[in-house]
């Protein structure tokens, strides 16, 4: 009997140990005891106007004259079915761009309207009157919405995306996810800003408008599963030990 229960208190022993090892250790992004988090000053619009930079992907359009699409040169090549295909092009290390007849022209630190000025002038040596309409084409939001395996990469299609749509882009806020305490991260500069919005109640709805921005991080905070994920992490050390017990209790019997 002291065997048994020397052995059943190794038992709970490593199950404890186990299984603390693996609770919720897919969550990220937690807030160290004692520091706070913003949730005031919160901006629900952009403040200032996104900018060009490294690695950024755009196209433009050029018309001339009234109008006239240079579609051969400009615009890229037809496919099959007669449609433009709009080349891509991308913003180097430097901060250039490599564009056709202009060649290398420096556009990051610019905004989209200071990029269609600065194209439309140099394209003014070779066409009259040049009207440029710059795109970017790679700004993306990434969505976390609660469960690490659903997260997705949104791409922003215009400029007025808005947090809920975000949200519901990536298919709303999973099972396991804490609509009252959603973190957003913004770059500002050299470093992210995180924000920490309410929207689980309808005090939150102003918060559903704010319009989201290029590389914004949008976290839903998972609630912990100590329960389920504890059982999880120490069933296959239950198994096995009693597995072990079996073995032992057999053994003890043998005289």
């Known amino acids: 009997m002291m065997k048994l229960g020397l052995f059943g208190s190794l038992l709970l022993l490593l199950i404890g140990v186990g299984s603390s090892c693996g609770i ?38 050029l018309y001339t004259n009234g109008g006239k699409r240079i579609v051969e040169n400009m615009a890229g090549m037809n496919d099959a079915q007669g449609n433009p295909q709009i080349p891509e092009y991308i913003v180097r290390p430097n901060g250039t761009a490599e564009l056709p007849i202009i060649g290398e022209i420096m556009v990051a630190g610019l905004t989209v309207q200071q990029c269609e000025d600065t194209l439309a002038k140099s394209f003014a040596v070779e066409y009259q009157e040049p009207y440029v309409q710059v795109k970017l084409t790679n700004q ?94 120490a069933a296959p050390i239950v198994s096995l030990l009693s597995s072990a017990l079996i073995i032992f209790t057999v053994f003890s019997t043998i005289k």
Do not use: C, H, W
């Open 24 to 61: 919720n250790s897919n969550l990220m992004f937690k807030t160290p005891k004692g520091v706070p988090e913003r949730s005031d000053s919160i901006p629900l619009r952009p403040t200032t106007e996104y900018t060009i930079s490294r690695d950024d992907k755009f196209s433009f359009t």
């Open 140 to 233: 993306r939001v990434i969505v976390f919405p609660g469960n690490g395996s659903d997260a997705k990469v949104i791409p922003l299609q215009n400029n007025n995306t808005t947090l809920m749509e975000a949200i519901a882009l990536a298919g709303g806020i999973a099972d396991r996810g804490r609509a009252d305490k959603i973190k957003l991260m913004r770059n500002l500069g050299t470093s992210r800003v995180v924000y920490v919005l309410d929207l689980s109640t309808i005090d939150g709805l102003k918060y559903a408008d704010m319009i989201v921005q290029a590389n914004d991080y949008i976290y839903v905070e998972p609630n912990e599963q100590v329960g389920r994920e504890a059982v999880q992490s």
